[in-house]
């Protein structure tokens, strides 16, 4: 990771470091490239950046990192693959960060735009503390453009155009105690565009016995995974679809960028969960969802549990129909045809796969309708039928 002076780079230790230090004392409107936008707040500018800085802060954020310094001022973003070039005064791809003086910012550090309390199981997270509860926090801003976002409200907007609160990490943890949430989460827009917030309200979680869960759509440069990864109990990664067209086309971003991330993140041995959102007419061909579950079975492993959710209309996408069920139906039985052993169907309340089944025996290790957990029968990290192991994070 790298600081605001040219060449100077903080290691990854010294950032988790300063993460747990801070934790401790707070208590693109894009046509057909994938490059920077062009917005600007004031001043002149040209074209259209991240991890830790130093803990100034002044008006214009708390100075961000995963940068280096570039001649005439301009700084250039190592967060994702984006990899934004920024002029003086201009705002990255994800619209939070702003180059100010040659040195970046986070305009979103300490700014909850939204928090909530949500069973995990709305994350999606079927295999961790099944019927807990999670912390969630979300900011503005993302590194995507996505037509059917349901949150477009805050990834989709300037940090100036979201009413914020302000909420030390320190706070955040001390709320998700009061609550008796046995986890954070960051979810509701893209978190890698708020990194530094994020790693210190998951330090302090951490400390304070609490799990971390990273709802993310992966496109995140290693280096930074890295950093999420040594602090996360499991990450929920959005597979959007398994064709670069329709990452440019309907995401304005890239497949292969996320495929990199999932690969990373399973290396780990971080618990990870797959969710796909099945959209009529654009990612819901059988063919392309059997290639997705073969890639996920050779390259992940057969026990990764893979999410097919309903699509429902909304921002861009408001001319297309919920997903049928029979389509949804369709992917569930691709997904096992291929060899992945925990397939669900989410969005669809009562459906048979919103529950756990033992791969082995073929027991309901884990009932549940919708969100509502309404059994487990799993003891030790196994299946209480048959003694075979469920993969998960199931005590902290």
């Known amino acids: 990771m790298k600081k605001g002076t040219d060449n100077n780079a903080i290691n990854r230790r010294a950032f988790l470091r300063r993460a747990v230090d801070v934790a401790a004392c707070t208590g693109f409107a894009l046509g057909a490239g994938l490059g920077p936008v062009r917005e600007f707040l004031s001043g002149s500018g040209a074209r259209g950046g991240c991890a830790f800085g130093d803990e100034k802060k002044n008006a214009d954020g708390k100075e961000a990192g995963y940068y280096d310094k570039r001649d005439d001022g301009e700084v ?12 003086l005064d201009t705002l990255g791809t994800c619209r939070v960060r702003i180059n100010r003086g040659g040195v970046l910012y986070s305009l979103v550090h300490g700014r909850a735009g939204a928090q909530q309390i949500d069973p995990i199981e709305k994350e999606p997270v079927f295999h961790m503390l099944p019927g807990s509860t999670i912390f969630c926090t979300g900011t503005a801003g993302c590194n995507f453009r996505c037509k059917f976002c349901h949150n477009w409200e805050m990834s989709q907007r300037k940090a100036q155009e979201v009413s914020s609160t302000d909420r ?3 706070d955040v943890v001390a709320n998700a105690l009061k609550n008796k949430c046995r986890s954070v989460s960051f979810t509701y827009n893209e978190p890698v565009v708020f990194i530094e917030y994020m790693c210190e309200i998951a330090s302090a979680a951490r400390e304070k016995g609490l799990g971390v869960v990273v709802h993310s759509n992966g496109a995140i440069s290693s280096e930074p995974l890295g950093d999420v990864i040594s602090l996360a109990s ?10 670069e067209k329709f990452y440019k086309d309907v995401c304005a971003a890239r497949l292969r960028s996320v495929l990199e991330s ?19 007419t654009l990612n819901d061909n059988i063919a392309d969802v059997k290639k997705m579950c073969a890639w996920i079975v050779g390259t992940l492993g057969k ?22 069920v029979k389509t949804l ?41 919708h969100f509502e957990v309404k059994s487990v029968k799993i003891k030790d990290g196994k299946c209480e039928s048959c003694g075979h192991a469920i993969p998960g994070v199931w005590r902290l």
């Open 76 to 87: 250039k973003c190592n967060l994702c693959f984006r990899e934004c070039l920024l002029p």
């Open 168 to 170: 030390a990490p320190a």
């Open 234 to 243: 499991a990450f929920t990664i959005d597979l959007k679809a398994f064709t």
């Open 262 to 280: 999932l690969e990373q993140i399973r290396k780990s041995e971080v618990h990870l969960e797959i969710v796909n959102l099945v959209i009529p």
């Open 303 to 324: 026990d990764v549990p893979l999410h097919f959710n309903r699509f429902g209309p909304a921002y861009k996408l408001k001319n297309l129909p919920m997903t049928p």
């Open 329 to 369: 139906d369709a992917c569930h039985d691709a997904a096992r045809g291929a060899g992945l052993e925990f397939v669900y169907v989410g969005n669809c309340p009562g459906h048979k796969a919103n529950s756990t089944h033992c791969p082995k025996c073929g027991a309901k290790a884990i009932e549940r309708n």
